[in-house]
């Protein structure tokens, strides 16, 4: 019996997330002549995109900046600001409004598409797909690639002019983000740093979480480890069985995660601050004033933070009733109280892991591409975009800012380089 035939395509992206869906529309728009296709290992594309900003889709900031990205050493890697400036926020944008997307900003300059769908992001995206007559091919899983980029997939071999890596990462397994990436590459000489999961919970052995489940505070998180400070964040905390969650706590846990799924090696904690716009000081001569009020010390707290929370604050200063009066506190639980509204601290056990991750840390060594064209520095026509290399953005719309703008820079790269070469 013959072989199948291999397929042959001028660009292959291999990949339907946010970066290979964008990839394949850049590319047609600046040469409809060339054949484009994209290989998605499950039935249908963009999953990943449906569970963003809480089905709302936060589709990119407007504050896209260098500082906003981290490299798996912890370091805001230059490297991504070729592709910012080359594709910016303004301009995404626009390529979206062209085919119909309408976007709304919000808060910290968050941006969201005007009808709060995710659903509306990514059938504007596979409308345009379709009408560019790119070849999307499902349920077709990259099992291999060599130097002559030439693909061996569950579904038959291809073969292209370009190749563009859009695979995504190991976050959110149920999603379809890919796993295989680091050994499929290692071949062709690429490298992948170490990685772990970010954008997710942090959890803590400490029993206080547990009391307080449910409970949100608005407030200053930071990560210590031998009271060094890794890591500070601001905003909306929440208290869950596990240990802590909220914004703040998902920009924080890549800090936590670096020894996943171990426990941080050299031990961290967790300091919470309830009061941020107050020093400890001021607390404690608030809390003085406040024993004059005809309060006991079930309501002491209350009008200052949530009530529950306030009493296991109390519950961790003194052994007392809270039945007892506000005025029997002596000066040093005072004191004690003051210091535990400004700095809780909860040792950090570790994170949620890679089924609540919202990303992954690390990815492709940057070395291995030119941040200017995101071309592989190892295999001729071999590009790179998106959450497979080694760049984390923060919560809030960064990572598919870095998408859009690297999936893009990838796609003209890749085009340049065909139309050069005919």
């Given at each position: 019996?013959?072989?199948?035939k ?13 970066a ?5 529309l ?9 054949s ?15 569970a ?7 589709i ?14 912890g ?19 626009a390529?979206f ?22 659903a ?8 345009h797909?379709?009408?560019k ?19 061996h997939t569950?579904?038959?071999d ?18 379809s983000?890919?796993?295989?990436f ?5 071949p062709?000489?690429h ?16 029993p ?14 930071e ?9 500070a964040?601001?905003?909306?905390i ?6 802590v ?16 799924p171990?426990?941080?090696s ?11 716009n ?10 003085r ?5 005809p309060?006991?010390?079930?309501d002491?707290?209350t ?77 001729p ?27 893009r820079?990838?796609?003209h ?10």
């Open positions: 019996m013959a072989a199948p291999m397929r042959k395509f001028d660009i292959i992206i291999i990949g339907g997330g946010a290979g869906l964008i990839a394949a850049q590319a047609k728009y600046e040469a409809p002549h060339l484009v296709a994209v290989l998605e290992k499950e039935a249908r594309p963009g999953r990943k995109l449906l963003t900003g809480n089905g709302r889709c936060n990119a900031n407007r504050r896209a900046a260098r500082e906003h990205y981290f490299n798996a050493a370091d805001n890697p230059a490297f991504v600001q070729a592709a910012l400036k080359a594709y910016p926020v303004a301009d995404n944008l390529f409004r062209d085919m119909g997307l309408l976007t709304k900003e919000e808060a910290d300059g968050k941006m969201y598409p005007l009808g709060d769908q995710a509306a992001v990514l059938d504007t995206l596979r409308l797909i379709a009408a007559q790119v070849a999307l091919i499902t349920e077709t899983e990259v099992l291999g690639i060599n130097r002559q980029l030439q693909i569950n579904n038959g291809f073969a292209a002019g370009a190749v563009i890596l859009a695979l995504g990462g190991v976050a959110s397994p149920k999603l983000t890919s796993g295989n680091a050994e499929m590459l290692k062709l000489g490298r992948t740093t170490p990685l772990h999961p970010a954008l997710c919970q942090i959890k803590t052995e400490s206080l979480p547990k009391a307080l489940q449910g409970i949100k505070f608005v407030g200053r998180a990560i210590r480890q031998q009271n060094r400070l890794l890591g964040e601001e905003g909306e929440l208290f869950a069985a596990y240990g969650s909220g914004p703040p706590i998902l920009q924080l846990s890549r800090l936590a995660a670096a020894d996943y171990n426990p941080p050299i031990p961290q904690e967790i300091r919470l601050d309830m009061l941020p107050m020093t400890e000081e001021e607390i404690a001569a608030e809390l004033r406040r024993q004059k009020l309060l006991t010390l079930e002491y707290l009008g200052m933070l949530n009530k529950r929370l306030g009493q296991q604050m109390i519950k961790l200063a003194t052994p007392r009733k809270l039945s007892e009066p506000a005025e029997s506190l002596t000066a040093d639980e005072i004191k004690r109280l003051a210091h535990l509204l400004k700095c809780l601290s909860l040792p950090i056990s570790g994170v949620t892991g890679w089924q609540q991750a919202q990303v992954m840390a690390g990815g492709l060594e940057l070395k291995g591409f030119t941040a200017q064209n995101l071309a592989s520095r190892l295999v026509g071999l590009f790179a975009a998106g959450e497979v290399l080694d760049i984390c953005g923060a919560c809030g719309g960064y990572n598919l800012t870095w998408a859009w703008s690297s999936g820079l990838a796609a790269s890749a085009v340049n380089l065909l139309q050069k070469g005919r």
